[in-house]
């Protein structure tokens, strides 16, 4: 018998991999994030991690550690606490809530009798990744001021680490030096990972993060408090809500409490770019539902798909009639006094299709109506070019174009759209390897005229940080959550000199 094996001298010349925002939609309400938000990212939802940051650096700082040293600290601390909160403090067992970073994982590899390969580096370990959770706070711990970076070892940054934290994290800290934790330190470790909101790190930090107090605060720390400032306001102004999409859009995106509230008006700029955030936001989310839901329609087909069959499917769920008409029927944007109104949630009730490509035209409305700094963040901040692909002018000289033509013809244009925004924003991020071969990172490939998909796209919107921004809040004691919702606390309204 004989078996054939190959051809093989010609490998395939371009291999497909996935990209994470293939429309390139995003960048402006990231853009804007970044500014508003500094110091805390998607992320950073551990307060205590931030807290045991500014002790190491302290500590490294103290003990001239190199940055392997200091790597090594972090990955020893870090499986620690992740290990410690599995305990339980009441029985001592392992039915803790877990609920600190890579507690998941270790739960596991004790599960499999490997509690001796936590810490090590490399796979079967609390995180793969070399540097552990650090990567993450990196960034943010620097720009807070807790930590300094010296040829990647960790030193004392700006904000000196107060002694009653450092003397939190000793029990911890004089393990680590000398080797991993064992089972027997973990009676030592638990408090730390289960300290409460009257943990002696709370309020030093909730100090830095919230910027009170008469110290020498950057115009970060400043930006932090003032955003800190208009999310607690917003969720007083509404209050039984546990969304914070909806109370950011409620609070601040729309209506006239940025003209008529104290706490806004004293935020001025600052409340106002959060408006024109949020409000591109919900433009935003617009695209990456159209794109999640075509991708889906060629992943679902049993065969690769032209162009004319991706025309076909989106005029089937776009209603008949003039393009004209449909425009005019969108509901209002602007209320009887001219400021904004939520016209995106009079939406509900379409289809999801026919309520993404209305919400890019209400997106494009707005920029008649809005001014200042809301007009700027929603555009993406005032270094953002005048015009790119898909953005609302873009969609505004679109609908100005198909004014003579029918709403059908006007989605099979934004199809179009997509499709060339996603070849190029593919061949924008194409490489070729070490080995010669081309990657394009794409989910939805094209060859010879016929659209497939490699995989689902995310049809979720984007965060702009808020629900971190507000767990870490909860963890410092200026916010509160429970069945009803978010609330700011009495200590809350004290710090951040709220009503």
């Known amino acids: 018998m004989v078996s054939i094996d190959g051809p093989a001298w010609s490998a395939p010349g371009i291999s497909k991999r996935t990209s994470r925002y293939p429309l390139a939609v995003e960048a402006p309400v990231l853009r804007m994030v970044s500014v508003l938000v500094p110091g805390i990212s998607t992320l950073t939802e551990s307060a205590l991690h931030f807290a045991l940051y500014w002790a190491l650096a302290d500590s490294a700082s103290t003990h001239q550690y190199d940055a392997d040293t200091c790597q090594t600290l972090i990955r020893r601390t870090e499986s620690a606490l992740a290990w410690a909160s599995l305990i339980a403090p009441e029985s ?6 877990g609920h600190l ?13 490997m509690a001796d390969r936590i810490s090590q580096v490399g796979p079967d370990s609390y995180s793969e990744r070399a540097s552990g959770f650090w990567s993450q706070y990196k960034g943010p711990a620097t720009t807070l001021g807790l930590v300094a970076m010296d040829k990647n070892a960790l030193r004392r940054g700006p904000r000196q680490c107060p002694k009653e934290v450092l003397e939190m994290f000793a029990p911890l800290l004089n393990i680590i030096v000398e080797r991993p934790i064992a089972t027997g330190d973990l009676s030592d470790i638990t408090p730390i990972a289960h300290a409460g909101p009257t943990a002696p790190f709370v309020a030093p930090l909730r100090q830095v993060v919230a910027a009170t107090g008469a110290r020498d605060w950057t115009g970060d720390d400043k930006t932090r408090r003032a955003t800190l400032r208009i999310l607690c306001r917003a ?41 024109g955030l949020l409000l591109r936001h919900r433009f935003v989310g617009a695209w990456r539902l159209l794109w999640a839901r075509l991708a889906d329609e060629v992943r679902e087909a049993a065969d690769p798909m032209r162009r004319d069959q991706l025309h076909e499917w989106i005029r089937s769920l776009m209603p008949e009639g003039r393009f004209a008409a449909y425009l005019s029927d969108l509901p209002a944007t602007l209320d009887a006094a ?61 609908a100005a174009e198909a004014s003579r033509h029918t709403t059908r013809d006007f989605a099979a244009v934004i199809v179009d759209d997509m499709l060339a925004q996603s070849h190029r924003i593919a061949l924008s991020k194409l490489i070729v390897t070490a080995e010669g071969r081309i990657e394009l990172p794409t989910k939805l490939a094209e060859r010879e005229g016929r659209y497939f998909a490699l995989g689902a796209e995310g049809a979720y919107n984007i965060g702009f940080r808020a629900e971190t921004f507000a767990d870490i809040a909860r ?7 429970d069945d009803d919702g978010f609330a700011v606390t009495s200590l809350g309204r004290a710090v951040m000199d709220l009503p």
Do not use: C, N
């Open 101 to 113: 970073h890579g507690a998941d994982t270790v739960r596991r590899l004790l599960a499999d009798g």
């Open 338 to 398: 001219g400021h904004p109104r939520p016209a995106e949630d009079d939406l509900a009730g379409r289809g999801e299709i026919d309520m993404a490509i209305a919400t890019l035209l209400l997106g494009a409305r707005r920029l008649a109506h809005l001014e200042g700094e809301s007009l700027a963040a929603f555009r993406g901040g005032r270094q953002a070019p005048l015009r790119a692909y898909l953005d609302p002018l873009w969609v505004k000289t679109r």
């Open 92 to 97: 001592g067992d392992l039915t803790g809530p």
């Open 235 to 275: 969720a007083q102004l509404q209050p039984g809500q546990d969304d914070w999409r909806r109370i950011a859009y409620g609070g601040i995106a729309y209506g006239d409490w940025l003209t008529t509230d104290s706490v806004f008006q004293q935020e001025g700029g600052r409340a106002a770019a959060w408006r």
């Open 475 to 481: 963890q410092l004691g200026v916010l509160s959550h």
